[in-house]
């Protein structure tokens, strides 16, 4: 049986006046999986889960939502969605707003009430129930909105940049928030951040330009190529570079920005054998000292080298 869709376009298309922001996506997005929405600015990322939350009107094609039209009534319940910019009321504490919305949801007073301290619970809020928004730092504040997004037990939750402007710490915890999640709902995240969306996605859909780039598994993207990626204590110098270009088993290399301390090395798949002896081996005979090590190629690889 094959797996029910929590969203299917078909050649959706969105202009604004002359310009074309997507153009004929035929998508197919599947039920109880984590999927990441990429790709460079101006891709058409917003517009297209604008169209999908039926904030905006189809130029042309369709797009089915939990098997409803995005603007059906019975649907409202189903889905939420966090956008980048949320924003509470600031004279409210976070408890009173969320068991107002519970109620404009449906459930009654005691139960909304409730429904605000379950999911406050969810995201580790439940201390700074009484707080208002005002005395929230900016990681407290996400996770509110977070709380706010899962009221009511949502099949679909679509998350715009959830982790950006917070530091290391703080995205760990929105992160962990968003795993729990992942055994109780479809859902899909829109980041700039490619390292949360690697970690916490199953497939990648990825825009350019207005159109369908790529939709694929994070694990055919990273894994497919014969790929060390390699994080280093110290930047490579020149010299270093040329002498691992000049190593027979290397097809190439890549050297992330200044810095960045990044050396990726790609290899030709019948040298698979011993791969990682080899590489350590080498990185050994240039003096250059390793800090993480990976096979395959990151996320981030794969889009500098599409995006360049």
Not at 8 to 14: D, I, N
Not at 136 to 144: A, E, Q, T, V
Not at 168 to 186: E, G, H, Y
Request: charged content about 20%; some cysteine.
């Amino acid at each position: 049986m094959s797996q029910q869709l929590a969203i299917s376009t078909t050649k959706l298309t969105k202009k604004f006046g002359s310009q074309l922001a997507v153009k004929n996506i035929n998508l197919s997005i599947k039920s109880n999986i984590t999927t990441g929405l990429i790709g460079p600015n101006g891709a058409g990322k917003t517009t297209l889960m604008s169209l999908i939350c039926g904030f905006l009107k189809p130029s042309t094609g369709n797009v089915t939502v939990l098997g409803c039209r995005p603007d059906d009534i019975l649907l409202k319940a189903r889905f939420s969605i966090l956008p980048q910019d949320a924003r509470l009321l600031k004279s409210l504490s976070i408890k009173k707003q969320l068991s107002m919305l519970a109620e404009l949801q449906g459930f009654e007073q005691k139960q909304a009430k409730n429904e605000a301290l379950k999911v406050l619970q969810d995201v580790g809020l439940l201390e700074a129930q009484n707080k208002t928004p005002e005395q929230l730092s900016h990681g407290m504040l996400k996770r509110c909105a977070i709380a706010q997004a899962i009221l009511g037990s949502p099949e679909l939750i679509l998350l715009d940049e959830p982790t950006a402007g917070l530091d290391p710490s703080t995205t760990d915890a929105i992160k962990a928030v968003i795993k729990r999640l992942q055994n109780k709902a479809t859902i899909i995240i829109s980041s700039h951040n490619l390292a949360v969306i690697e970690d916490l996605c199953q497939e990648v859909v990825i825009l350019n330009k207005g159109e369908l780039h790529a939709h694929q598994t994070i694990d055919t993207i990273v894994v497919q190529q014969e790929a060390l990626t390699i994080k280093l204590t110290e930047h490579p110098t020149e010299d270093q570079i040329q002498k691992l270009n000049e190593t027979p088993w290397v097809k190439r290399i890549k050297v992330g920005q200044p810095g960045s301390c990044l050396l990726v090395l790609y290899y030709d798949p019948s040298d698979t054998e011993g791969i990682e002896i080899k590489a350590l081996t080498l990185l050994k005979s240039v003096n250059l000292v390793y800090k993480e090590f990976t096979k395959g190629e990151r996320l981030q690889e794969y889009m500098t080298d599409q995006f360049k």
